[in-house]
């Protein structure tokens, strides 16, 4: 069946290519779903390892404040020499590394206790933000500052960490406040592997930048209040998205959460092209290898057609010689015999009429003596194609019977039919005028004998080959360039009757 018809190997080959593209697909998407998991959960990871860090250390400087508001609150602690007194408020967490000063100030805002000097540095401290809340807002417990650049040292820019002091009665007695410096989380966020466009944020709740990945000092302050990733943020206490940023426009996978206890909101981010950088690589070189598969498969396909459409060709030339005349295109005989027996049994089936007309070239070999057997091939292919011009039906069928002989079978043609087509065979060869002057007629004719099988029972498909041939006998002995229908012997006697009185 392949051999047969061959698209259908090019179909065969076009399903197998889609499918080996359709698995392809599939597995570089499992691969892409891989890549991004496996970001996430460095995101995750990253992310909690930096909230930790974060929250324990703001922990342990709140704790540092607790400590010097209980020590306030001890009798005699305000009376212990400087020296001491210090070392009393003030633990060894208040010299860490990106730490400030731990401050003590009184409900004017001027420094009481200084943790790096004694007596205290003269600063008042009253316009200070974080003095004005403590101030106003009695609950409002550890307050986290906006960035700002301290008056004491003068130096990085920092953030406070403030609680209120309350007396006995609950009226407001000062501010107990630590500072610590932006370069903490710059120095926390540059040892985390992010990728080359990785970000990383720490803000505070209204969306105040603290500090960010890439680093850019303009950006630290800037509010990210209305952008879009930040509304997200206020959402939930933590989340995921994609989403894109308001400062650089880098499309990145967003991971965030609200760091406990603390007006802090943390996000770490990872840029698309990082996460699928190596999938793309290796989709690259998958698909190359797929597609490079594929048109090998449909190209191996197309030359396995081709070369199954030549051999068709073939063969189908071969049959056509087989079945032809080589110097008419006509049928040759022995298809001509297959067709009419084959149409004459399907005659008896159904009980139609089944015509048969002979003809022959009249004084043929005086024709190829005078002019040539070039020229009389020449004439044979005149008159097969004066028979193949008047034989049009799809059931009709012209040949070439032998020599200067040829035979048209006509099924569903009665008599009066076949002898229509046969007159225009015969005019149409006689209208060709090939000059013949061995020819009592001075051109080319032909003779026609008909047999059907509607005026006689014929027994087999050969004795209607017979009956034509008879009938054409007659008329060429009746004179040549005519038609003549089988049974003739009525006209053959007409014939002698009036030739007797002549004589």
Known sequence: MVTRRPNIVIAISIVLASAILAIAVWVLAQMRDDALRRAQDSVFNVSLLVE??????????????????????????????????????????????????????????????DSQSTPPRAFNLAEREYFRVQRDSPNVGLYVSHPFIPKVHGKDVSIALSRRISRPDGSFGGVVVGTMRLTYFRHLFAGMNLGAGGSMALMLNDGTMLMRRPYDPKIIGRSLTGTANYSRFLLQPSGDFFGTAAIDGVERWYAFRHIDMYPLILDVALSTRDIYVEWRRRAWIIGTLIAALDVVIIALALLFSQQLRQRRAAEEE??????????????????FEEHAEEEWRRAQRNDWPLSMLLIDVDTFKGFNDLYGHSAGDDALVAVARCIAQNVRRPGDTAARYGGEEFAVLLPDTDETGATAIAEKIRAAVQALELRHVASSHHVLTISIGIACTGRQVFATSRALVNAADEALYEAKDAGRNRVLCYPVAARADRRSAVASPAQ
């Open 318 to 335: 071969l049959r056509v010689l087989a079945r032809t005349d080589g110097l008419t295109g006509l049928n040759n005989r022995r298809t």
């Open 52 to 113: 930790r860090d974060v929250s324990r250390n703001l922990e342990i400087y709140d704790l540092s404040l607790r400590a010097v508001i209980e020590g306030l609150k001890q009798p005699g602690v305000l009376d212990l020499p400087p020296a001491i007194r210090q070392m009393v408020l003030f633990d060894g967490s208040a010299s860490a590394k990106d730490l400030g000063s731990i401050l003590v100030l009184d409900t004017a805002g001027n420094i009481v206790f």
